[in-house]
């Protein structure tokens, strides 16, 4: 998006869309781009807060400096983040603007001098401080670990605005819409969870202790470095981060396999269909072949039921039901119901090592795992209803 977006009439919008990187931290799928957001204050003192990602350099400045013109310089350099999706522009913004001080706090400059060498002109912030631009005053609050170590927001406290760093953030490149009611908020919903499992998950201890010190402020806009701006229904946004950051989950089931010739895939289906006459509505299979781990985890943060199946491979499990697996272990899934279901085939590796994964994440499991020899037959098939059967009544039981 070639403009800048007024928020208020003195703070604006300054972000970029990026919709050629292929993977988040050469890591994560952009199907739909990414926005890298940046704000603009400009009162008797000007701020920026955050930067951008370093692909669309000269863009951003020019956004800046069509604000501010060539005479006003900036102040202030707000960092809440120093991942170089947000600090990829700080070197060309020092370089234009020279007496411009660097607003952290000392795990911040660390990083500074040590991704790029700045060492100077650093204005460092604990909790509480505030920066006094004119009209607006900034309150800092330490949020260290949502998601890295240097993490912190700062709150506007004249229009009540959360600049809130990845806290809250989305994938999703805006197009054109930029606040929660101009876009489509079911698409940016799916890809707030899926961003929030990819990047934050892991961090759901850190992301409560945030809420909580973040649960007296008077929120009317939180301005997050990624995504649509929230400037109402502020509770619902917290809500989903406070539900998604205690593990909590709905009724619905993720049903994931890895399959090499479809031996396995069909238990899978088999369970889905028996999930389905049991009354479960929420079934989402995924092969693990096809679908990028990325949104089958966004699922798994969704729902409450995870059955997952493998065939056996050189005695371990599949590929791709492994890298899945590691991920889950890495962010420490927790409140979930497990199935576990697959095929042997001539020296098994799929379902024993599913059963370890099962122990060292400490699910419990629904049942005994269901191991067909080869392709599934009587006794599989059975085992595969049951399974289902008692899932679904788990569910029930938690709803
Ligand atoms: Fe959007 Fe943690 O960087």
Known sequence: MFNSVSITDQIYWVGINDRRTALFENLWPLDHGVAYNSYLIVD???ALVDTVDAGQTS??????????GSDRKIDYLIVNHMEPDHSGTMQAIVELYP????VGNPKTFDMIQNFYGI??????????????????KLKFYMTPMVHWPETMMAYEETNHILFSGDAFGSFGALDGGIFNDEVDMHFFEEEMRRYYSNIVGKYGATVQAALKKLSSLEIRTICSTHGPIWRNDIATIVSLYDQWSKYEAEEGVVIVYGTMYGNTGKMAETIGRTLSEEGIKNIKIY?????????ILRDIWKYKGLIIGSCAYNTAMFPPVQNLTDKLIHVGLKNRILGIFGTYSWNGGGVSNLMKFAEQIKLPVVTEPVEAKCAACGNDIDGCMEMAKQ???KLREQA
């Open 119 to 136: 060492t100077e002109n650093h204005y460092s912030v604990k909790e509480g401080d505030i920066l006094d631009l004119g009209q607006h």
């Open 391 to 393: 899932m679904a009544k």
């Open 287 to 295: 092969d693990a072949s096809k679908t990028h781990a990325s949104f």
């Open 99 to 102: 007496d411009i001080k660097i």
């Open 44 to 46: 008797e003192k000007i």
């Open 59 to 68: 863009e951003y400045l020019g956004k800046i400096k069509k604000i501010i």
